[in-house]
């Protein structure tokens, strides 16, 4: 068992920057490929970025160049930088583990991007 817990949401202006944290509790976080997705209000929950064990990321195309996903294993911690953030990034950001079949997910914190 997995638990997700996120941090680091809030208010920013556009252009400004966040770094959104996910802490995880349980064991064995190292074979766990975990993402970062979104989800803005009206809209279905999107992937914004993820990572695999062994360190590789992939980007959504609408945040390449602008976030930054990575991982400390000893820490059992995955972050997202996001830098030139713009009104578009406003949603729910959640976490998210999986390995085989096993999906777990944190309950999300909130980014608004606004002047």
């Known amino acids: 068992q997995v638990q997700l817990v996120e941090s680091g949401g809030g208010l920013v202006q556009p252009g400004g920057s966040l770094r959104l944290t996910c802490a995880a509790s349980?064991?064995?976080?190292?074979?766990?490929?975990m993402g970062w997705y979104r989800q803005a209000p009206g809209n279905a929950r999107e992937l914004v970025a993820q990572i695999t064990s062994d360190g590789s990321t992939n980007y959504a195309d609408s945040v390449k160049g602008r976030f930054t996903m990575s991982r400390d294993n000893a820490k059992k911690t995955v972050y997202l930088q996001m830098v030139s953030l713009k009104p578009e990034d406003t949603a729910v950001y959640y976490c998210?583990?999986?390995?085989?079949?096993?999906?777990?997910w944190g309950k999300g914190t909130l980014v608004t991007v606004s002047s």
């Open positions: 349980g064991s064995s976080f190292s074979i766990y490929a």
């Open positions: 998210r583990g999986t390995y085989y079949t096993m999906t777990y």
